[in-house]
C-alpha cells in the first residue's frame, strides 16, 4: 500500500504569485506553448470504447482489469512522488478529519492554512460565461514538474503507458494531469483539458466526456472528479476538473432520489434524470445510459444550459462516472443580496463542489472544533436554490438535456448505497 511521507512545506516555484514574468517561455519547462510542444510527458492512453455499453465496460477480461488497476497505482505513486518533492503549499496528511454527529454523516476537516496558501479569485463572481485573460493566472504558466502525465486517447483499442512521450505537433492541443498545490484530501489533481488551447471555465461536450473517461479508468468509487463554474467558487479561469481520493461516501451520494424524466422517442439510450430528495441542496442526479457518452451528452447539454442563462452550478462525477450529480446554486447572489449571515460568512467556508456534497473545510480551529449537523445545514441552504426556482431550472434542465418530464412517481424513491467490495 502507497502512504505519504511527512515533508516540509515548499511553494513550487512555477505557482509563485511574484514569479517573474520572464520564468515562462525561457525554457524553465512550463505548460506553455513555448516549453510543452518540445517537451516530452508521461502519457496514459485509454481506449474509449464509444460503442461499448457502460455495464459492458465494467466487465472487461483480467488483462485489463490489470490496466486499470496501473492507472489508480500510477496516479498515486506520482501524486507521492511530488509530495516527497516538496511542490506542495501544505502538507494536507496533518491536516485533522473527523464525522459530523447527524443524519447525513458530513465530513469535517480543518486546513488551517489553505486560504492563505490558496490563489485568490481574480474574475467576477456574478457571470458564468467569461473570456479567457492570458493575463491572469492560467495552466499555461505552471511547471512540467508538477505534470504526473498526459492523458489521451489510445488509437489502437488498447490501454498503453509510455514513461516518456514527445507532444505531437500535428496534434490537438494535450490534456494533462496535474497536482493540485492547495490540496483538500490524498490524490487531489485537475484534469486539464486541451491545455494550450486556454479554454476558460466552461462545459463542452469534448471536455466532459474526456472527465467521465478518467472516473471510467480510475474504476474506484472512492474516486470522484469535481467541477465548479465561474459563480461557483472556481478560482482560476481556465478549464480543469478536480479529483481526489476519499474513503468514505459523501453524504451527497447517499441522499434518496426521486426519478423525473426518461428519454422522449429515445429510450433505448437508457438515460434518466433523478431529483434529490432530503438534503439541503436541491440538486439533479443523472445515471444510466447505454453508453458513456449518452450519458456525457446529456449532461453537458444541461450544463451548457446553465451556462447560457448564467445559472453557476457544481458537478461531482460519482460512482466510476456512472452517477453525475448536478447542483445549480446560488450562493454568490445570496451574499450580495446580503442574505448569508456574518457568522456563516465568518467562518471563510466556501461552499464549492467538494463542500455541497458533504466534505467541509474549515479554516479555523473553533469552528472545526464546534461544527455541527445544524450549522452545515445552515451553509448549504444558502446555496440551494428555493424551490421554486429549481422547479423553473427543472424544466429546463430536462429539455436542454433531451429528455421529457413523463411523470413523477411519489413512491419511487430509491437510496443508492456505494459499498466496494472490502470497504468498511
Request: with cysteine.
Amino acid at each position: 500500500m502507497l502512504t505519504i511521507k511527512r515533508v516540509s512545506t515548499v511553494v513550487s516555484n512555477y505557482q509563485e504569485e511574484d514569479c517573474e514574468k520572464e520564468a515562462f517561455g525561457c525554457g524553465r519547462m512550463c505548460l506553455g506553448k513555448c516549453c510543452l510542444p518540445v517537451s516530452t510527458l508521461p502519457l496514459y492512453l485509454f481506449n474509449k470504447g464509444d460503442e461499448d455499453t457502460v455495464r459492458d465496460r465494467l466487465l472487461e477480461s483480467s488483462e485489463e482489469v490489470s490496466q486499470i488497476s496501473f492507472l489508480h497505482n500510477l496516479l498515486l505513486g506520482q501524486w507521492e512522488d511530488r509530495m516527497t518533492r516538496g511542490l506542495f503549499r501544505y502538507d494536507v496528511t496533518t491536516c485533522e478529519t473527523k464525522i459530523i454527529p447527524g443524519q447525513y454523516g458530513f465530513i469535517a476537516q480543518l486546513n488551517e492554512g489553505r486560504h492563505l496558501k490558496k490563489r485568490p479569485t481574480e474574475f467576477r463572481v456574478d457571470q458564468v460565461l467569461q473570456e479567457f485573460d492570458e493575463n491572469k493566472f492560467n495552466f499555461t504558466k505552471v511547471g512540467q514538474e508538477e505534470v504526473l502525465f498526459r492523458f489521451e486517447q489510445s488509437k489502437d483499442s488498447r490501454n498503453h503507458f509510455i514513461p516518456s512521450a514527445g507532444v505531437d505537433k500535428g496534434s490537438k492541443s494535450p490534456n494533462v494531469l496535474a497536482i493540485n498545490v492547495s490540496p483538500i484530501e490524498y490524490g487531489h489533481v485537475l484534469l486539464i483539458p486541451r491545455v494550450l488551447d486556454c479554454l476558460p471555465q466552461r462545459i463542452d461536450h469534448e471536455s466532459f466526456l474526456l472527465a467521465l473517461y478518467m472516473a471510467e479508468e480510475a474504476a474506484d468509487p472512492f474516486f470522484r472528479l469535481g467541477y465548479n463554474s465561474l459563480g461557483a467558487f472556481a478560482t482560476i479561469n481556465h478549464l480543469h476538473f478536480q479529483a481526489y481520493y476519499l474513503g468514505a461516501h459523501f453524504p451527497l451520494e447517499k441522499a434518496p432520489t426521486q426519478r423525473l424524466a426518461m428519454e422522449k422517442g429515445l429510450q433505448h439510450r437508457g438515460v434518466f434524470v433523478s431529483r434529490l430528495l432530503n438534503y439541503p441542496v436541491r440538486g439533479f442526479v443523472f445515471e444510466g445510459g447505454n453508453t458513456i457518452r449518452d450519458i456525457s451528452d446529456a449532461v453537458a447539454n444541461a450544463c451548457v444550459h446553465l451556462q447560457n442563462n448564467n445559472i453557476p452550478f457544481n458537478i461531482l462525477i460519482s460512482d466510476s462516472g456512472k452517477r453525475i450529480f448536478l447542483l445549480p446554486q446560488c450562493f454568490a447572489e445570496k451574499q450580495a443580496r446580503g442574505e448569508v449571515s456574518q457568522e456563516i460568512l465568518e467562518t471563510q467556508v466556501n461552499p464549492a463542489v467538494w463542500e455541497i456534497s458533504g466534505h467541509i473545510v474549515m479554516k479555523r480551529r473553533k469552528d472545526f472544533d464546534d461544527a455541527s449537523e445544524a450549522y452545515a445545514c445552515r451553509l448549504l441552504a444558502k446555496v440551494s436554490l428555493s424551490e421554486e426556482k429549481f422547479q423553473e431550472v427543472k424544466t429546463s434542465i430536462v429539455k436542454a438535456a433531451g429528455l421529457h418530464e413523463a411523470y413523477v412517481d411519489e413512491n419511487c424513491i430509491e437510496r443508492v448505497e456505494l459499498v466496494p467490495e472490502g470497504a468498511p
